[in-house]
């Protein structure tokens, strides 16, 4: 059974920095690529960042280029999302998320809250 669990959220200034952690089993977790998907109240999901199987790609929406940073260590199974420099527009449930068999698996996700 495929299972992710999120952890590192938390309450931070702004300005401040958070690293998020998502510990995976129940796949081949380095055969697999990896995302983060974040959701503001009130409002949709959005995409945050992703990284392919290995690890040598990175991708990021424009919302956090230059912030925040995606990594991954594949002998620990967890991926991981260093982000720097919060806003208060940051504040959300971040999710990682993997899609595996044709469908895609997200976990119970991780409040990051950006506030004085």
């Known amino acids: 059974e495929v299972q992710l669990v999120e952890s590192g959220g938390g309450l931070v200034q702004p300005g401040g920095s958070l690293r998020l952690s998502c510990a995976a089993s129940?796949?081949?977790?380095?055969?697999?690529?990896m995302s983060w998907v974040r959701q503001a109240p009130g409002k949709g999901p959005e995409w945050v960042s992703a990284?392919?199987?290995?690890?040598?790609?990175?991708y990021y929406a424009d919302s956090v280029k230059g912030r925040f940073t995606i990594s991954r260590d594949n002998a620990k199974n967890t991926v991981y999302l260093q982000m720097n420099s919060l806003k208060p527009e940051d504040t959300a449930v971040y999710f990682c998320?993997?899609?595996?068999?044709?469908?895609?698996?997200w976990g119970q996700g991780t409040q990051v809250t950006v506030s004085t």
């Open positions: 990284i392919n199987s290995g690890g040598g790609s990175t």
């Open positions: 998320n993997v899609y595996v068999g044709r469908r895609h698996y």
């Open positions: 129940g796949f081949t977790f380095g055969s697999y690529d």
